[in-house]
T-cell receptor, first 115, second 115 residues
Framework: GAGVSQTPSNKVTEKGKYVELRCDPI?????LYWYRQSLGQGPEFLIY????????DSGLPNDRFFAVRPEGSVSTLKIQRTERGDSAMYLC?????FGQGETQYFGPGTRLLVL | AQKVTQAQTEISVVEKEDVTLDCVYE???????LFWYKQPPSGELVFLIR????DEQNEISGRYSWNFQKSTSSFNFTITASQVVDSAVYFC????WGAGNKLTFGGGTRVLVKP
């Protein structure tokens, strides 16, 4: 079956602009996660959804970052007033349920470059 | 707090050599889960294995094997008879009961297999 998909694959924007990154999880997966990966580092957790609600948003770096999942499937990560430090790979993952220790399956990521 | 350390940043081997990747973790949880992911140059994280803290049996899958030792908080990964296609960055990750479902990743180990 289809895996996690993310669009766009690459996004170049200017400092101060608004961007939206989309994640389409594996069909039927109820849990969805966002991570950010800077060059040469491991991914860092941003936010996690159980269904439509954000169960844990402790990793969002500041209030410029926001994510939604209105129908419990597709999620959008929104970044306002982008800064050069936001440049990174943004990874989305999904898991079948939100049980502890569930395996997370990752998408190909969106590479964001803020000029 | 949870922490995962992958002390080796890069390993270079010649094809058919064995390579072992070290992973040391820290957690206060008695129930936790450990994972290994592979990230090829394309960028997508590929799931390799999941272990829970109560199962210390070593596991072998083809040319891959894993050694889990709770006494030393380590979960090492060995690739036997490496191939060029094994060239990638490998990440160890931890999900602790007390931290919800978020994964804490190590910094990754880049493996370069030369022909």
């Amino acid at each position: 079956g289809a895996g996690v998909s993310q669009t766009p694959s690459n996004k170049v924007t200017e400092k101060g602009k608004y961007v939206e990154l989309r994640c389409d999880p594996i069909s039927g997966h109820t849990a969805l996660y966002w991570y950010r990966q800077s060059l040469g580092q491991g991914p860092e957790f941003l936010i996690y959804f159980q269904g439509t609600g954000a169960a844990d948003d402790s990793g969002l770096p500041n209030d410029r970052f926001f994510a939604v999942r209105p129908e419990g499937s597709v999620s959008t990560l929104k970044i306002q007033r982008t800064e050069r430090g936001d440049s990174a790979m943004y990874l989305c993952a999904s898991s079948p349920t939100f049980g502890q220790g569930e395996t997370q399956y990752f998408g190909p990521g969106t590479r964001l470059l803020v000029l | 707090a949870q922490k995962v350390t992958q002390a080796q940043t890069e390993i270079s081997v010649v094809e058919k050599e064995d390579v072992t990747l070290d992973c040391v973790y820290e957690t206060r949880d008695t129930t936790y889960y450990l994972f290994w992911y592979k990230q090829p140059p394309s960028g997508e994280l590929v799931f390799l294995i999941r272990r829970n803290s109560f199962d210390e049996q070593n596991e072998i899958s083809g040319r891959y094997s894993w050694n889990f030792q709770k006494s030393t908080s380590s979960f090492n990964f060995t690739i036997t008879a490496s191939q060029v296609v094994d060239s990638a960055v490998y990440f160890c990750a931890l999900s602790g009961w007390g931290a919800g479902n978020k994964l804490t990743f190590g910094g990754g180990t880049r493996v370069l297999v030369k022909p």
